[in-house]
């Protein structure tokens, strides 16, 4: 599953139409286009991220000062999936270019469902320097070995 096969639906789709690793691609292509409020609302309520950004407005702002013209994603892959009840955890790929450098990194996200819809609810990367050789083996293993402390 890549962000090329999804980016003629995106508009076509509300964030409750989405599967974990749907709305993951979903999430990559609307911060392409500088879609935060989609990125804003497609966090869970009881997320960090929205620990941290109270109010939608105020992080549409930094979103637009901060992100909208330094960061570029050229492409996130899907690389497993799996979900129980009312949490999934997503394996996936990203390649982005932030201030001029490209990085790539792979990140293991869980999901939770709020009112029936998927939100992301937390994250755990692993750095290029960290990645496998190849990276299409990348497990759920490899993850759990990693410091819980960095989850995010």
């Avoid at 792979?106 to 009112?115: D, G, H, Y």
Wanted: hydrophobic share 35%; charged share 25%; glycine share 2%.
């Amino acid at each position: 599953m890549d962000l090329s096969n999804m980016t003629a639906d995106m508009n076509k789709n509300s964030i409750s139409d989405y599967s974990p690793a749907e709305l993951i691609l979903a999430r990559s292509e609307a911060f392409s286009r500088g879609d935060f409020s989609f990125i804003y609302d497609s966090y869970h309520s009881e997320s960090n991220f929205r620990r941290q950004f109270t109010e939608r407005d105020e992080y549409l702002e930094f979103a637009q000062s901060s992100l909208g013209q330094d960061y570029q994603i050229s492409s996130c892959e899907v690389l497993q999936h799996q979900h129980k009840d009312d949490e999934a955890q997503v394996i996936f790929l990203v390649e982005m270019k932030a201030h001029g450098i490209i990085q790539r990194f792979a990140e293991l996200a869980w999901l939770r469902q709020e009112n029936n819809v998927w939100h992301y609810h937390r994250g755990l990367k692993i750095t290029n320097e960290e990645l496998p050789e190849s990276s299409q083996s990348l497990s759920f293993t490899d993850f759990a070995r990693l410091d819980q402390s960095t989850v995010f």
